[in-house]
C-alpha cells in the first residue's frame, strides 16, 4: 500500500531564512508520480509540481526547488529566502500508476509553515 | 476560467438531514474524486469515479454516496450525517485518457459542520 510521511507538522521561521520541508513515501510499483500542494490560509489546494518516479533530476522553480532522491524515497521541498506569503499548510502527495486508481492521489498529513517578520 | 466549482462552501446542519454538496467541472474530465481533510489526517479519498456511471471506494467511504450521471458533475451524498463527518470536503479531477499521474484540479472546498 503506498503511504506519504511529513513527519514535521509545523515549522517556523523568519522571513528570508531557507527553509526545508521534508517527504519520505513508500510504494511498491516501480511507475510512480510525486506532487506536492500549497495550502494558503484561503483554504484552497494549489498544485505546485509533479515529478515521475523516472525523473530524478532536481527542479527549481523561482524560489522553490525540490529534491527527489529513489534512494532514500525522499522528495523534499526547499523554499530559498522565504516570504510571509509562503506561510500555508503544504501536502506532499503520491501516485501509482497502477490500473483502476491510476489517479489516486495519497497525502501525507501536511506541514504546516509559518513565516514571520 | 478552467475551474472545479463546490456548492455550498459552507453549511452547519443537524445529525440525520440528507445533504448533498455539488461539484462540477468545465474542463471535461474523465476522473473526478471526493476527499475530506481533518486535522492531522491530511486528505483521504471517499470516492472516486473514473467516468460516467463508474465510481468507486476510496478510502473512508462509509457513510457516504455519490453518482455520476454526467461528466461534468459529481455530487456527493450524506443520506444522514452524523457528527463525525464534520470535515472539510474537497472535490478533485483529473484528465486520464491513459495518463496517470496527472494533477488534479482542486474545488475551493466545503467546510460542512454537523450538530
Known amino acids: 500500500a503506498q503511504k506519504v510521511t511529513q513527519a514535521q507538522t509545523e515549522i517556523s521561521v523568519v522571513e528570508k531564512e531557507d527553509v526545508t520541508l521534508d517527504c519520505v513515501y513508500e510504494?511498491?510499483?516501480?511507475?510512480?508520480?510525486l506532487f506536492w500542494y500549497k495550502q494558503p490560509p484561503s483554504g484552497e489546494l494549489v498544485f505546485l509540481i509533479r515529478r515521475n518516479s523516472f525523473d530524478e533530476q532536481n527542479e527549481i522553480s523561482g524560489r522553490y526547488s525540490w529534491n527527489f532522491q529513489k534512494s532514500t524515497s525522499s522528495f523534499n521541498f526547499t523554499i530559498t529566502a522565504s516570504q510571509v506569503v509562503d506561510s500555508a499548510v503544504y501536502f506532499c502527495?503520491?501516485?501509482?500508476?497502477?490500473?483502476?486508481?491510476?489517479?489516486?492521489?495519497?497525502f501525507g498529513t501536511g506541514t504546516r509553515l509559518q513565516v514571520t517578520l | 476560467e478552467a475551474q472545479v466549482t463546490q456548492n455550498p462552501r459552507y453549511l452547519i446542519t443537524v445529525t440525520g438531514k440528507k445533504l448533498t454538496v455539488t461539484c462540477s467541472q468545465n474542463?471535461?474530465?474523465?476522473?473526478m474524486s471526493w476527499y475530506r481533510q481533518d486535522p492531522g489526517l491530511g486528505l483521504r479519498q471517499i470516492y472516486y469515479s473514473m467516468n460516467v456511471e463508474v465510481t468507486d471506494k476510496g478510502d473512508v467511504p462509509e457513510g457516504y454516496k455519490v453518482s455520476r450521471k454526467e461528466k461534468r458533475n459529481f455530487p456527493l451524498i450524506l443520506e444522514s450525517p452524523s457528527p463525525n463527518q464534520t470535515s472539510l470536503y474537497f472535490c478533485?479531477?483529473?484528465?486520464?485518457?491513459?495518463?496517470?499521474?496527472?494533477?488534479?484540479?482542486f474545488g475551493d472546498g466545503t467546510r460542512l459542520s454537523i450538530l
Open positions: 510504494t511498491r510499483d516501480t511507475t510512480y508520480y
Open positions: 474542463m471535461n474530465h474523465e476522473y
Open positions: 478533485a479531477s483529473s484528465i486520464t485518457r491513459g495518463k496517470a499521474g496527472q494533477p488534479q484540479h
Open positions: 502527495a503520491l501516485s501509482e500508476a497502477g490500473t483502476g486508481t491510476a489517479s489516486k492521489l495519497t
